[in-house]
């Protein structure tokens, strides 16, 4: 084909305007968990909605770790969570000593099957893990009413989801903790890092002290410098100012960037329609607005996902996989507590025969039509 492009699966969106916020900060005397940070917690709690408590941390996965912990979750408890999703979901509940029970995914969005969740509650469990699969949104009315039915407490993975709405509301602010995820190439970027969100004003207030050694008063509550007590348990996961100043930024862009993405996954997944030989995952109801982190593609003959991705790659259309595996197959997961294919059968057909193809605000709509020419040449070359 003669078009030559080079089009990355994802590109941080980086401006002068972050440069800039960077070296004001190297130009101070604060460089972490400082005002920086402050202001990126306020204004991102701003633009989730209402109730939102958000604290920035070293990591999504930090986030994570710290939300299971100070829920109280731990030894002898088990927590449901999706079998389709990146492995921190699954580390995060093992990290507190607690036992992952994985659910199978809805084959349409990714998202962890509502109807499946019932019959793995026993009297261990103790929360549910869900994720909101590269920005598709849950059905957080019937995992919410079961989590409420049975005393649950509900964590929500937003790694990849920030824009995604459900009934008009930000996800994370229905369950009892979130987490969002500022790795380079997520929706907004911080260089690395990541936010937990809460509705519970407590719980924030717990976890502003755990992801600070446990030291009870901050730097400006301190009435003589270097003088503090630590009346609990605490971890280093703070985030710095500069990774903070990058993300102010960046979040001014969020809408922009939202829209972009919108854009780009329409008129790629149009694209796509006359394909019979793949669907498309995206949300399934009207009040579920998807977020747009990536456009996945399921392929009907999974033997053919590997030809396929040299051939979009040689082409330069930058793909990726989410995810490689069902987390119980990975290797961890299934020595230590074996896997039965039977029970994920829809993670596998997402894991095995996948594509995750660029949609992200470095794409234009000339890429996005490349893509689309790129993937039908490539799909009738191998003959599926």
């Known amino acids: 084909m003669s078009d030559k492009r080079n089009i990355p699966f994802g590109r941080p969106w980086i401006t002068d305007t972050e440069r800039q916020a960077v070296m004001d900060v190297l130009r101070g005397d604060v460089l972490t968990h400082g005002p920086q940070a402050q202001a990126f917690e306020r204004e991102f709690a701003a633009f989730l909605g209402a109730g939102a408590h958000c604290l920035t941390t070293s990591s999504g996965m930090a986030a994570l770790h710290l939300a299971y912990w100070q829920l109280g979750i731990g030894k002898g408890d088990e927590v449901i969570v999706a079998a389709q999703t990146h492995v921190a979901t699954a580390h995060a509940v093992e990290a507190v ?21 019932r019959e793995l509650i026993t009297p261990r469990t103790r929360a549910i893990g869900l994720v909101h699969y590269a920005g598709i949104p ?12 049975h005393g649950l407490k509900v964590i929500e993975d937003c790694a990849l989801a920030l824009g995604t709405r459900y009934r008009g509301k930000h996800v994370g602010l229905f369950g009892d903790a979130a987490i969002v995820s500022f790795y380079p190439v997520k929706h907004i970027t911080t260089g690395d890092g990541g936010m937990f969100v809460t509705r519970h004003p407590e719980l924030a207030a717990r976890v502003a002290k755990a992801r600070a050694f446990g030291v009870d008063r901050s730097f400006a509550e301190r009435a003589i410098p270097g003088v503090y007590d630590v009346p609990t348990l605490g971890l280093n996961y703070r985030m710095s100012d500069i990774n903070a100043a990058i993300g102010r930024k960046q979040l001014e862009r969020i809408e922009l960037n939202l829209t972009q993405r919108r854009r780009n996954f329409e008129r790629l997944k149009k694209a796509l329609e006359p394909l019979d030989a793949v669907r498309v995952l995206d949300a399934d109801a009207p009040h579920a607005i ?13 033997a053919a996902r590997d030809k396929l991705v040299k051939r979009l790659n040689a082409g330069g259309v930058g793909t990726s996989v989410y995810y490689p595996h069902p987390v119980p197959r990975l290797r961890y997961y299934r020595e230590k507590y074996g896997y039965d294919a039977s029970r994920y059968p829809n993670a596998e057909a997402i894991s ?13 709509e000339a890429d996005i039509d490349h893509i689309g020419r790129t993937f039908t040449h490539a799909l009738r070359e191998i003959g599926s």
């Not at 095995?352 to 234009?364: C, F, K, M, N, Q």
């Open 290 to 302: 998807n977020s747009h982190y990536c456009l996945t593609v399921v392929l009907r003959h999974a």
């Open 352 to 364: 095995d025969g996948s594509i995750a193809l660029p949609v992200g605000p470095h794409v234009t």
């Open 97 to 117: 000593g607690a036992t992952p029970v994985f659910a199978d995914c809805s084959p349409a969005t990714g998202n962890i099957a509502a109807d499946k969740l």
């Open 138 to 149: 849950c059905d957080m009315d019937a995992i919410m009413a079961l989590a409420s039915a």
